[in-house]
């Protein structure tokens, strides 16, 4: 299939914040703009907030809660993080950025961040009270030593207090731009060292064509 969309794999882990009711918006904004096709992994929580059923008709694939995954895909903590090229958490509570900030795995979303082979995106949503306190902060401090790339907070109304505060993750536009910088500096690094490999030279050069002088036409072909 033949797309202009940039991510071919997106794995997309929802944790349980109330900002999950916001999951459509972002799947319709990410399905039509970033990736070629979603997974998703959602923690029990964020069941509650918004249903699996509803999710799966966004994403047009299994909705995977359980650690056991599914007939299809066993071990979806190992499978889904090696097929996706891009792993993100939106929204990312205060819990899932522990688990990941000590490398606790008791569930599957958390267990994948553990088990990824590349660094994840956190966006994270929660009331200031909870962002502001120290503990918070270590977290996200260790998650970026570790490499991990995460979102920043926006003010906004808050679905919770109806207050205008930093209550709520990154809206999906801001969420997009974020996704397409994490994606354009991993695929440079990849390819850098192949880009870089073969010393720069002209086409004709490479083709082994002769080069011509500026304003002067090459000679005839000799003719019987």
């Known amino acids: 299939m033949i797309t202009s969309l940039p991510c071919e794999r997106l794995l997309l882990g929802v944790s349980g914040s109330i900002h999950a009711v916001h999951l459509p918006q972002y799947l319709t904004q990410l399905r039509r703009e970033f990736a070629q096709e979603i997974r998703v992994i959602m923690t029990d929580t964020a069941t509650r907030m918004i249903s699996p059923s509803i999710v799966r008709t966004y994403v047009e694939e299994p909705v995977f809660t359980d650690l056991m995954g599914t007939d299809a895909i066993p071990s979806p903590h190992i499978r889904l993080t090696r097929w996706a090229q891009l792993f993100a ?67 906004i109304t808050s679905v919770t207090t109806g207050e205008f505060d930093t209550g709520l993750g990154p809206v999906p536009e801001t969420a997009l731009t974020h996704l397409w910088h994490v994606l354009m500096r991993r695929m440079r690094n990849e390819y850098w060292e192949e880009a870089i490999a073969t010393p720069a030279a002209a086409p004709a050069a490479v083709k082994s064509l002769p080069l011509l002088t500026a304003g002067r036409a090459p000679a005839p072909a000799a003719t019987e």
């Open 89 to 155: 958490i939106l929204p990312a509570t205060a819990g899932i950025l522990a688990k990941a900030a000590h490398g606790i795995a008791d569930d599957l979303l958390s267990t994948a961040i553990l088990a990824s082979p590349q660094p994840v995106v956190f966006g994270p949503a929660m009331n200031p009270s909870m962002w502001e306190k120290p503990a918070v902060q270590r977290n996200v401090e260790q998650l970026r030593k570790d490499g991990h790339y995460l979102l920043p907070m926006q003010e």
